[in-house]
């Protein structure tokens, strides 16, 4: 059994992402002061009492037979299949409204736990006027205040009531996570849908259509769990306009640093642009394991070695990410996608691989061998050893005589030797240079 998960709902405005933020203590969904905002829906992973549980945020619900808002209302729909237990959220300072009671009669039908919450219940006369909300038929209402965070222990409490003693309430650490990230309109989020071969995340030809950093789970046939973050398209800081698309770009780095893996999304029909490569280096400047797709190959008119050009430029592009595997995929046929969980697999172990001491020391030997360490005004580099001190990515420390006798071109030929004598695609290397005392 995996752990709990709870579905946060209720119409526009009411405060739903402030409430996340507070029940899983980071500002993950974005939060602004008018409706709309949150469109799909949004994961994350909340912690009470040592307990964890899995929080759904969702898209404002509203009866509007209008195309966003359908979808909007379809992945809220879903969130809600998938729960085990659902946050009803309404407000305190508009009262029952009817989107309140057409939404409370959804619930009804789902016969799973609902906890109703009056959110913007700041002080204690709002909190007082609570009653009204009985007229939903939800039970007892808890008078809460996302802002301010009063009243949401209860909440707390109250939804591991619902929870078999014997539900798992730790998450495994082996999941292995990863994201999409790319320029806009690169079909990461079709990506997410061809994959788990459903309508998870909304997808639009409109630029900008995902603006949050959205969590999937999923396990594969052979029982290795993953956690799929789709983030919103990281644009050129001069066409973002609005705060919610900056916050988008901030959620998307966000987004890179929780991963371990990244899957750089780019566009076969448009090509490799400037901006594929500044998202690429967020990703290798953040250590993480990387993986090159190249979306949308069932779009291109194929000449007969536009396979070998197509690799041969992104080699030429992306000199720095020579690690990186090189994917040819299509969300739309679902063209080698696969073969994708089985890479992050291999990359994900490649990570997390450790080498004894005594071998690397042997590879350094023969290295320096092959070639011997340069010299600077008479002075010659001495390397004494070298330690694997950290794995995800693999760090070395390299232990040496003078720090300034060690240049850029042999550190980074230490390192080539290293990725040709074990087994480390898909993820960087960090070598770290220390003089001995």
Not at 40 to 53: C, N, Q, T
Not at 271 to 300: F, H, S
Not at 389 to 408: C, G, Q, R, S, Y
Request: aromatic share 10%.
């Amino acid at each position: 059994m995996s752990i709990p998960t709870v579905a946060l709902v209720g119409r526009p405005n009411v405060g739903k992402s402030t409430v996340f933020n507070r029940l899983v203590g980071e500002r993950i969904s974005i939060v602004e002061d008018y409706p709309g905002v949150t469109r799909d829906r949004i994961y994350a992973k909340g912690e009470w009492l040592g307990k964890e549980f899995r929080l759904i945020d969702t898209g404002g619900i509203e009866m509007i037979d209008e195309p966003i808002m359908n979808q909007i209302r379809y992945q809220a729909q879903i969130a809600i299949d998938e729960a085990d237990v659902i946050l009803f959220l309404t407000s305190a300072r508009e009262g029952v409204t009817d989107a309140d009671e057409e939404l409370s009669m959804l619930l009804h039908r789902t016969n799973k736990p609902v906890i109703l919450l009056v959110n913007k219940a700041d002080n204690p006369e709002q909190r007082q006027q609570v009653w009204e909300f009985y007229s939903l038929g939800q039970g007892d209402p808890f008078p809460v205040s996302g802002a301010h965070g009063t009243g949401l222990g209860d909440v707390l409490d109250k939804i591991f009531t619902y929870i078999p003693e014997d539900a798992q309430t730790k998450e495994n650490e082996d999941v292995i996570k990863f994201s999409f990230i790319g320029r806009p309109n690169v079909g990461k989020s079709s990506l997410v849908n061809a994959i788990l071969k459903e309508q998870r995340v909304i997808v639009s030809d409109m630029e900008g259509t995902t603006r949050e950093a959205v969590d999937t789970y999923f396990t594969t046939d052979n029982g290795r769990e993953f956690n799929m973050i789709d983030t919103a398209g990281i644009r050129k800081r001069g066409k973002v306009y609005e705060n919610t698309e900056k916050y988008s770009v901030l959620r998307a780095l966000s987004a890179i640093d929780r991963s371990d893996i990244v899957c750089l999304v780019i566009d076969a029909v448009t090509g490799i642009r400037e901006q594929d490569k500044k998202v690429a280096g967020y990703a290798y400047e953040a250590g993480k394991g990387i993986v090159i797709l190249v979306n949308k190959w069932d779009a291109v008119d194929k000449s007969e070695n536009l396979f070998e050009e197509f690799t041969k430029d992104i080699r030429a592009q992306f000199q720095y990410l020579e690690f990186a595997p090189i994917l040819f995929v299509s969300a739309k046929t679902g063209q080698r996608l696969n073969r994708l969980p089985e890479l992050l697999e291999m990359i994900y172990d490649n990570r997390h691989r450790r080498i004894q001491s005594s071998v690397l020391n042997d590879v350094l030997m023969d290295a320096v061998a092959m070639n011997p360490t340069p010299t600077d005004k008479g002075r010659r580099l001495k390397i004494y050893y070298m330690t694997q001190v950290a794995v995800n990515p693999p760090t070395f420390v390299v232990f040496v005589n003078d720090l300034e006798l060690m240049h850029f071109s042999y550190e980074r030929f230490l390192q080539n030797q290293l990725r040709d004598s074990f087994y480390f695609e898909g993820t960087p290397i960090k070598l770290i240079v220390r003089e001995r005392e």
